[in-house]
Structure formats: structure tokens, C-alpha cells
């Protein structure tokens, strides 16, 4: 094996341990009300409250890539997280992240309208100090990922 090929099995093992860390913290959060979905709701949430932001999750489809409005919508949205050093990630899989938001109910809201996943905040709990590993996991991946100067780093949801 080459040095090559050896940093590309750490680098696939490492993202698939981001991704699972990713979902562990979303399923954790989502039951302590502490997740926000939508651009716009994230926004409102970031200007009300941002220092009980712990975790920006940006989510893109392919098709969305051309999406001008919502690309514009993102650079704010990472602008304001770098400011206020909040972590930031961006997913690849809107319906995965469907699945793991909405337990299968296919990211529709109570009236069959589907969610706009495209922008989720995790929010630590007023309450308590939440110290979650998975979330030490994903902090730890963005410190890294922005010493190498990538500042938004790019995770792949697998489909389950």
C-alpha cells in the first residue's frame, strides 16, 4: 500500500466517523427541542441568539447547487457562524437528513409541506451544559478542517 492510499482509507473512515457523529448529534438535540430548521428560522435564531448556537448544518443537493437565492442565503449564514464562531458543516443529502430529522416521515412538516432542510442549527440547552462526544467529535473535525483552510467542510451522508 502507498502513502496515498493509505491517507485516502483514513480519510474515507475518518468522514464516515463525522457522518455518524453528525447523526448521533441531531438525534441527541432533536428530542431536547434543541434543533432549528430552515433558513429563514435560522437566521431569526442566530440574530436572537447565537451564543446557544453550537453547530450550523448547511445541506445542498446537486440541483441546488444552481440555486442562486439559497447560495446567497449560505454565504450569509457562514459569514455570520465564522463571526460568532459558530462550527459549520455542509452536507450532500437533503433526503438523509430528511430521514434523520423527521424519523422517517420523509422531512414534512404537520401540514404535508416539506421542511427546508437546507439550513439546521443545533442549539445547546439553556438549562444544562450539554456536553455531548459526539458533538466534542464534530467540533473537533471543523478546528481541524479550518487549520487546513477548508472552513466549511464537506460531509457525506450515506443512505441507510
Same mark, same amino acid.
Given at each position: 500500500?502507498?502513502?496515498?492510499?493509505?491517507?485516502?482509507?483514513?480519510? @474515507?473512515?475518518?468522514?464516515?466517523?463525522?457522518?455518524?457523529?453528525?447523526?448521533?448529534?441531531?438525534?441527541?438535540?432533536?428530542?431536547?427541542?434543541? +434543533?432549528?430548521?430552515?433558513?429563514?428560522?435560522?437566521?431569526?435564531?442566530?440574530?436572537?441568539?447565537?451564543?446557544?448556537?453550537?453547530?450550523?448544518?448547511?445541506?445542498?443537493?446537486?440541483?441546488?447547487?444552481?440555486?442562486?437565492?439559497? @447560495?446567497?442565503?449560505?454565504?450569509?449564514?457562514?459569514?455570520?457562524?465564522?463571526?460568532?464562531?459558530?462550527? +459549520?458543516?455542509?452536507?450532500?443529502?437533503?433526503?438523509?437528513?430528511?430521514? +434523520?430529522?423527521?424519523?422517517?416521515?420523509?422531512?414534512? @412538516?404537520?401540514?404535508?409541506?416539506?421542511?427546508?432542510?437546507?439550513?439546521?442549527?443545533?442549539?445547546?440547552?439553556?438549562?444544562? #451544559?450539554?456536553?455531548?462526544?459526539?458533538?466534542?467529535?464534530?467540533?473537533?473535525?471543523?478546528?481541524? #478542517?479550518?487549520?487546513?483552510?477548508?472552513?466549511?467542510?464537506? +460531509?457525506?451522508?450515506?443512505?441507510?
Amino acid at each position: 500500500m502507498t502513502f496515498e492510499e493509505l491517507s485516502a482509507d483514513y480519510s @474515507q473512515e475518518r468522514m464516515d466517523t463525522v457522518a455518524k457523529a453528525l447523526e448521533e448529534v441531531l438525534t441527541s438535540a432533536l428530542p431536547q427541542g434543541g +434543533i432549528t430548521v430552515g433558513v429563514y428560522e435560522a437566521a431569526k435564531s442566530l440574530n436572537v441568539d447565537p451564543d446557544n448556537v453550537v453547530l450550523c448544518v448547511l445541506a445542498a443537493d446537486e440541483e441546488d447547487v444552481k440555486d442562486v437565492a439559497l @447560495q446567497i442565503h449560505f454565504t450569509l449564514i457562514q459569514a455570520f457562524c465564522c463571526e460568532n464562531d459558530i462550527n +459549520i458543516l455542509k452536507v450532500n443529502n437533503t433526503r438523509r437528513l430528511a430521514q +434523520i430529522l423527521g424519523g422517517g416521515g420523509g422531512g414534512k @412538516q404537520s401540514g404535508g409541506e416539506p421542511l427546508d432542510l437546507h439550513c439546521v442549527l443545533v442549539t445547546s440547552p439553556h438549562s444544562t #451544559s450539554w456536553k455531548d462526544p459526539a458533538l466534542s467529535k464534530l467540533s473537533r473535525f471543523c478546528r481541524e #478542517s479550518r487549520c487546513m483552510d477548508q472552513w466549511v467542510p464537506i +460531509i457525506n451522508l450515506p443512505e441507510r
